[in-house]
């Protein structure tokens, strides 16, 4: 399967890179991309031959988060096309999560908001060091509502908190001691780490990898449908606020907001 936002190639052991395909706009998620990811995750859950999934970006950056442009069109939408929007962006994080495949992802540059909540549902992170990361929605006045759930599964409300509300850019070893990433390695490195963590999960039945997956998820955190509902209908309402809205146009501005 191919689109414009995304790639697929999957190779003679069943691996599959998933790549974002964006890389002009720094592989921001647009509702076509997301709509792809979802497709793509499902249709490889489905293959019996795809045995592992690595997720990666083209070009400078992993993953820049939501593409401020659809963002942006949100404050023209009606109430239930905001919903419409939220939800798109909430179903892609969950299925991702449940994807019955081991999932890596393969960071490199900035892994920005809805790029860390890739992160959070893959099950190995494996991250250049100089890559950077930060969950900056708050900067923008909204909040990082949708991948909440799998953030804190991932790292913990302790963790959480502080890069929620500062909205802070933090370096691939702050990101590693928070539990967000797997492994840090030299970006030359990254390839064969990656390599490394397959041939792993290569020797590894099927069934039984897909059933541990779905064993450790089932006794974390409950991400239920009611906690997805709800984080959509936050995000909603960030979305309607005025600070949202001042902080997009100061983005688009080229501004700082009021609040700085």
């Known amino acids: 399967m191919t689109s414009q936002t995304i790639r697929i190639a999957i190779d003679g052991r069943g691996v599959a890179s998933l790549t974002l ?22 249709d490889l859950g489905r293959d019996r031959a795809v045995r592992v999934v690595v997720l990666r970006g083209e070009g400078a950056s992993f993953c820049a988060g939501g593409d401020l442009g659809w963002m942006r069109a949100q404050f023209e939408a009606t109430r239930e096309g905001r919903m419409v929007e939220a939800r798109r962006l909430a179903m892609l994080f969950k299925v991702l999560n449940e994807l019955p495949k081991p999932l890596i ?23 250049a060091a100089t890559a950077r990361f930060g969950l ?13 759930p799998y953030v804190v599964a991932r790292i913990g409300e302790a963790q959480a908190r502080p ?13 590693h001691a928070a539990g967000l990433l797997s492994r840090v390695v030299a970006e030359e490195a990254l ?68 609040w700085r």
């Open 105 to 127: 992802a393969r960071v490199h540059g900035n892994a920005f908001g809805g790029g860390i909540g890739i992160l959070s549902v893959c099950d190995m992170v494996i991250s």
């Open 21 to 42: 395909a964006r890389p002009d706009k720094h592989n921001a998620l647009s509702a076509e991309m997301i709509d792809a990811l979802t497709t793509a995750a499902r």
């Open 191 to 258: 390839d064969e780490a990656v390599e490394s963590e397959i041939r792993h999960l290569l020797a590894a039945s099927p069934e039984a990898s897909a059933r541990a997956k779905a064993l450790a998820r089932s006794l974390g955190m409950p991400i239920t449908d009611a906690v997805i509902d709800r984080v959509i209908e936050q995000l909603v309402e960030a979305w309607e606020s005025d600070e949202a809205k001042e902080g997009l146009a100061a983005f688009f501005e080229r501004r700082p907001p009021r």
């Open 136 to 148: 900056t929605e708050v900067r923008l006045g909204i909040i990082p509502a949708t991948i909440s």
């Open 163 to 175: 890069l929620f509300i500062s909205g802070k850019v933090i370096d691939a070893w702050q990101a």
